[in-house]
C-alpha cells in the first residue's frame, strides 16, 4: 500500500476541490460523462492518450467521491456504465467553465510562458 510523504490538505475548500477532480483525466471523465459518454470503451476512446489502467483508477476515485455512479449489468459480456450522480452534476458549471477557458487558448497557446517553449522548438 502507498503512503503519502505529505499529507493531504483537506481543511480548505481548494484542497478539497483537488482531492475530487485533482487528476489528469478527472475533469475530462466528468465532461466526457455529462457529454453522453457511459461506457469505458466509449470514454477510452475520448481519451487516447489516457491508458486503460489511470482511466479505471480515476473513475474508481470518482466513484469512492460520490460524483459518478457505476452500473454493472447482468448481461454477457457484462456492460458497465457511468452516470453523474447529483453531487457530480454540482461540479458541472466549474467543469464546464474549465473546458471553456481552456478552449480560448487553443488558438493562442503562445500566451501561456509554459507554451512559448513548445511553440517554438
Same mark, same amino acid.
Given at each position: 500500500m502507498y503512503e503519502r510523504k505529505i499529507p493531504k490538505? !483537506?481543511?480548505?475548500? &481548494?484542497? &478539497?476541490t483537488m482531492e475530487i477532480i485533482g487528476g489528469k483525466w478527472k475533469p475530462c471523465l466528468i465532461l466526457n460523462i455529462h457529454n453522453g459518454a457511459k461506457r469505458p470503451s466509449e470514454l477510452q476512446r475520448l481519451n487516447p492518450i489516457a491508458s486503460r489502467r489511470v482511466l479505471t483508477v480515476q473513475l474508481k476515485e470518482l466513484e469512492e467521491h460520490g460524483i459518478i455512479n457505476r452500473i454493472v449489468y447482468p448481461v454477457l459480456p457484462p456492460k458497465v456504465e457511468y452516470f453523474l450522480t447529483d453531487l457530480g452534476?454540482? !461540479? !458541472?458549471?466549474m467543469i464546464l467553465l474549465m473546458d471553456e477557458w481552456g478552449a480560448q487558448y !487553443?488558438?493562442?497557446?503562445?500566451?501561456l510562458p509554459e507554451l512559448k517553449k513548445v511553440v517554438q522548438i
Open positions: 490538505n !483537506l481543511d480548505c475548500g &481548494m484542497g &478539497m452534476k454540482s !461540479l !458541472l458549471p !487553443l488558438s493562442k497557446p503562445q500566451e
